[in-house]
């Protein structure tokens, strides 16, 4: 958004994406405010671990993700606000008079790139390089023993959804994870882009050696009548062999380095390779 003149290190940080609360928390900064959004909610997800404890123990919601509360925000008296433009650019002005306030241009496959933003913003880019460098390494590992356990296996990320199915593309957060990973995808997927939407005349483009899949909990239950709908189709019988049901919150929301090793574990799992240990 230009330049934001932050004075001192910060410590009490609002992150009001999702993707920048799991990343205050991994360069060990104190996340006193978030957005709902979602399952994502003052209680923490299971997936970052002792340091919603460390680091988190008095965070409370300032509002939903698309509509936060200033005055929630203010009343926190935070160091610095963080969050993407695609989400809250409107706001930045209301925003940058509470506290020193930073935007990167959206989330998913910049996912890393955002840590290294914080990362400067609080004056922790050698822990952010550590972090990742370590996730990377890790990536590389689980990769390279489920190319040869399975000789170089094609990966299909589907997820069922209150709206489309989505086959996901490289341009994303669980793209970028396989391909950090140095797994193939499928024709279909092998591309550029967000995602690729279908019908079930389409189902045979969700074909892979292995089809990772998620399902999105909505309060109707509309994604998973769709899923059921796929499975009773003649067409998604011979894929039923290859599905391996994952957690879409790791997969798709989480958008972070934390949710990363998340989905490295649970390929390792699906290959029955070594899983990497979980920070």
């Known amino acids: 958004m230009g330049t934001t003149q932050i004075d001192e290190r910060p410590e009490r940080i609002v992150a009001l994406d999702s993707s920048y609360a799991d990343t205050t928390l991994l360069l060990e900064k104190e996340l006193v405010g978030i957005t709902t959004y979602r399952s994502y909610s003052a209680d923490l997800p299971d997936y970052l671990g002792d340091a919603r404890d460390e680091y988190a123990d008095e965070v409370v919601s300032v509002g939903d993700l698309e509509a936060p509360s200033l005055e929630k925000i203010a009343a926190l008296e935070p160091d610095l606000i963080v969050s993407?433009?695609?989400?809250?650019?409107?706001?930045?002005?209301?925003?940058?008079?509470?506290?020193?306030?930073?935007?990167?241009?959206?989330?998913?496959?910049?996912?890393?790139e955002n840590v290294e933003l914080l990362a400067k913003a609080v004056g922790e880019e050698e822990l952010a390089a550590e972090k990742i460098a370590a996730y990377e390494e890790a990536a590389a590992e689980v990769g390279a023993a489920v190319n040869e356990a399975a000789d170089n296996p094609t990966i299909s990320v589907t997820r069922f959804l209150d709206g489309p199915t989505r086959l996901y593309l490289k341009d994303t957060y669980s793209g970028i994870v396989l391909d950090d990973a140095g797994l193939a995808r499928p024709k279909a997927q092998d591309t550029t882009g967000f995602a690729l939407e279908i019908s079930e005349e389409n189902i045979k483009q969700a074909d892979a050696d292995k089809i990772f899949v998620t399902i999105y909990?909505?309060?109707?239950?509309?994604?998973?009548?769709?899923?059921?709908?796929?499975?009773?189709?003649?067409?998604?019988?011979?894929?039923?062999?290859?599905?391996?049901?994952?957690?879409?919150?790791?997969?798709?929301?989480?958008?972070?380095?934390?949710?990363?090793?998340?989905?490295?574990?649970?390929?390792?799992?699906a290959f029955g390779v070594e899983a990497p240990a979980i920070p």
């Open 217 to 269: 909990e909505d309060e109707e239950g509309v994604a998973a009548k769709t899923k059921e709908s796929f499975e009773r189709n003649p067409l998604w019988k011979p894929l039923e062999p290859k599905v391996t049901e994952v957690d879409d919150t790791t997969w798709m929301t989480a958008v972070s380095i934390q949710g990363a090793y998340h989905i490295l574990h649970d390929l390792a799992e």
């Open 84 to 112: 993407a433009k695609v989400r809250h650019e409107a706001l930045y002005d209301q925003l940058s008079a509470i506290a020193p306030t930073i935007m990167s241009e959206t989330t998913g496959a910049t996912f890393k």
